[in-house]
């Protein structure tokens, strides 16, 4: 999972809510059981606390009530944690008896510190004990009319408590941790399987744009499946208005060739009436006719580069163009070498590639003294999630000049008059490896002529 992917936006997003809704789970099942187990220490307090409150109720008058026996050795031991006392609230002074357990000290007395009872008078709470100890009190006031009001109060360590609340605390949380885990892989599974299908709309619109499918092929969920057909209607439609800009592209040629070829005609018949206007006539006619040629150009292959579907393996490319243009220069004794890595393919049409190649070495031949060499090689790493190979022309012959490189790249722009050629050669070879993304840059070649370098996408 990717930082800003969908698949981790998802899994953070579960894993928020799924650890505030366990922990509000753990909470509020560690607070039910507490109470479940004060309401059990509680009942076993009330047990005491109901025998010494019938004691007190059958005490002689005028005497302060004795408890019979409890049965629990603990009530005997001194500080042992569990205490009982019987403080009478209505005499002048203040009475108190407690257990042998509490050589000294006494219990708080509940209802003073406005401890809310239940409908039978018992009250419930913490409070500090003669050892330090933290205690449970269960209380309970007993109004014997003439003889006395009395408050009757049982104590026990509430150590007992928290030690059995921390063992449910801790295999709780085991248990929480356990199905939190669980929940994890089962999210991670969850997320993966739910997004495989835009991974494999991903891969096909791959396919796609590499050439190697024109559509997207596949069953897709419910949600995704018109984002599919979108996406194919698209492809359709910038594939029919690139037929529709060939077709045009085509009747606008065939409709200018004709006037361009009557002017040059009729330039031709009039030169022994006016020589200097069938010259102009005809110099102009041929500009028009290069410009045309240029544009139209242009036009073809911008409508090719919008969509390209197409694959070309680049080295037979090569090979085949440095055989050809080997045999057409071979009366000025110039080599021409290649040497193509493994694997390199072009993401475009053939004829573009053919076209690159074939101004580029045509050029390089024309001005080279012995030697044009090709090399063709991957780049490493790629940019803007595509990735290009990179093509590399040297020649031997007398090369360019800084200012002169960058005149050469400029449209019909030529720097000798000698040798054959519109000059616009570089210009529609920068303009076409422009439409592809690419990049044309010149320089100086170690054999001290020119080096032309191109980047291209590779598919």
């Known amino acids: 999972m990717r930082a800003g992917s969908l698949a981790l936006r998802l899994f953070v997003s579960a894993t928020v809510v799924s650890v505030a809704v366990l922990a509000i789970t753990g909470f509020a099942l560690h607070s039910v059981y507490r109470a479940a187990v004060e309401r059990s220490f509680d009942q076993r307090l009330d047990v005491y606390l109901k025998t010494i409150v019938a004691d007190v109720a059958n005490s002689p008058a005028g005497t302060m009530p004795e408890p019979t026996t409890l049965g629990d ?5 001194p500080i042992s944690g569990w205490y009982w006392q019987i403080a009478r609230t209505d005499g002048p002074a203040p009475q108190v008896k407690t257990s042998r357990s509490m050589p ?3 219990l708080p007395l509940l209802f003073e510190r406005s401890e809310n009872s239940d409908v039978s008078g018992l009250r419930e709470g913490y409070a500090e004990g003669p050892a330090g100890q933290r205690l449970r009190i269960v209380e309970r006031v007993v109004d ?3 003889d006395g009001r009395y408050a009757v109060a049982v104590a026990a360590d509430a150590g007992e408590i928290e030690e059995e609340v921390e063992a449910f605390d801790q295999a709780l949380a085991v248990t929480l941790a356990v199905l ?3 929940f994890l892989l089962t999210l991670v599974f969850q997320v993966l399987f739910g997004l495989r299908p835009l991974k494999r709309m991903l891969a096909a619109l791959h396919e796609v744009r590499t050439g190697r499918a024109d559509r997207i ?4 969920p419910v949600e995704i499946a018109p984002l599919a057909a979108e996406v194919n209607a698209l492809i359709d439609t910038n594939r029919e208005i690139v037929e529709r800009a060939r077709t045009h592209v085509g009747n606008l040629a065939h409709a200018l060739k004709t006037p361009i070829s009557v002017l040059q005609n009729e330039a031709a ?3 022994a009436v006016d020589p200097a206007l069938a ?3 005809t110099e102009q006619a041929h500009i028009m006719k290069e410009q045309v040629a240029h544009h ?5 292959m911008a409508a090719r580069a919008s969509v390209v579907t197409t694959v070309e393996e680049v080295e037979p490319i090569v090979a085949r163009l440095a055989a050809t243009l080997a045999k057409v220069h071979r009366g000025k004794g110039v080599a021409v070498e290649a040497e193509v890595a493994g694997g390199v393919r072009f993401r475009g049409e053939r004829q573009d590639l053919e076209e690159i190649l074939g101004n580029l070495v045509d050029n390089g031949c024309k001005w080279a003294r012995s030697l044009v060499e090709i090399a063709v090689a991957p780049m490493p790493g790629g940019s803007g999630g595509r990735d290009y190979f990179e093509i590399v022309i040297d020649d031997d012959g007398p090369g360019l000049t800084p200012e002169q490189q960058t005149e050469a790249l400029k449209r019909g722009k030529r720097l000798d008059e000698t040798q054959p050629g519109s000059g616009l050669g570089l210009s529609i070879v920068a303009e076409l490896v422009g439409l592809y993304g690419g990049r044309l840059t010149l320089g100086r070649s170690p054999f001290g002529g020119l080096r032309c370098v191109v980047r291209l996408p590779a598919a």
Do not use: I, Q, T
């Not at 050795?73 to 031991?77: A, G, H």
């Open 279 to 281: 010259a102009k006539v």
């Open 269 to 271: 018949r009039g030169s």
């Open 144 to 146: 014997l009319g003439e």
């Open 104 to 106: 000294e000290g006494k």
């Open 73 to 77: 050795p603990l009530f005997n031991f």
């Open 180 to 182: 939190w885990a669980a």
């Open 296 to 300: 139209l150009e242009r036009a073809r």
């Open 217 to 220: 092929e596949g069953a897709y």
